[in-house]
């Protein structure tokens, strides 16, 4: 089975500018959460989607917004990038059936904001 | 959620065991311990989760205080490529629990050949 991917894996931008991240879960995985990690903050939860749904928000700005497509894919943007957002993006994909359940991670998408 | 208490970093020579503690004294009943780790470069990896019974897969062992207010992962034979970030999760099952990771400052992993 194919593991979580996610595209791009790098990525810079400038400050102002939005940026798309992609992330395509392991198939038959309904549920896809993203993470922001920083040196200085760690890993942090942003969202989970379910079926499409939001299911799940961490304590992000409004800027970071997400969507889940009918194929489970998942896609999060980010408007208006400031400098802090320069960061490595994880998704990371499950069935979505309990909550204790295994999450498996993709490679992440590194941003640069410049 | 249940915090977790890890030490900064540890170091461990290659193909010896590797003891990592965790505490969790605010553990609830339902609460699982699960262990994921980062490899340099990478994202997280699952790596072993229990509830009150001491765990073994492939990868590592988990042996889980009889209070539960602590566990240990036990790496039988490090090798260099176990050199990670380890962090102990404590995840709970009921309605109000939260569905996401909540991640720690983890332990770094160091070993020595």
């Known amino acids: 089975k194919a593991g979580v991917t996610q595209t791009p894996r790098y990525l810079i931008k400038t400050r102002g500018q939005q940026v798309t991240l992609s992330c395509s879960p392991i198939s038959g995985h309904r549920s896809v959460s993203w993470y922001q990690q920083t040196p200085g903050q760690g890993l942090q939860f942003l969202f989970e989607y379910f079926s499409e749904t939001q299911r799940n928000k961490g304590n992000f700005p409004g800027r970071f917004s997400g969507r889940q497509f009918s194929n489970s894919r998942s896609e999060m943007n980010v408007s208006t990038l400031e400098l802090g957002d320069s960061a490595l993006y994880l998704c990371?994909?499950?069935?979505?059936?309990?909550?204790?359940?295994?999450?498996?991670f993709g490679p992440g998408t590194r941003l640069l904001v410049l | 959620d249940a915090k977790t208490t890890q030490p900064n970093s540890m170091e461990s020579n290659e193909e010896e065991p590797v003891h990592l503690p965790c505490n969790h004294s605010t553990i609830s009943g339902t609460d699982y311990i699960h262990w994921y780790r980062q490899l340099p470069s990478q994202g997280p990896e699952y790596v072993i989760h229990g509830l009150t019974s001491n765990v073994n897969n492939r990868m590592a062992s988990l042996a889980i205080a009889e209070d539960r207010k602590s566990s240990t992962l036990i790496l039988h034979r490090a090798t260099l490529r176990d050199a990670a970030v380890y962090y102990c999760i404590l995840r709970g099952v009921s309605s109000g629990s939260a569905r996401q990771l909540t991640f720690g400052s983890g332990t770094q992993l160091t070993v020595l050949p």
């Open positions: 990371a994909s499950m069935t979505g059936g309990f909550r204790e359940e295994t999450q498996y």
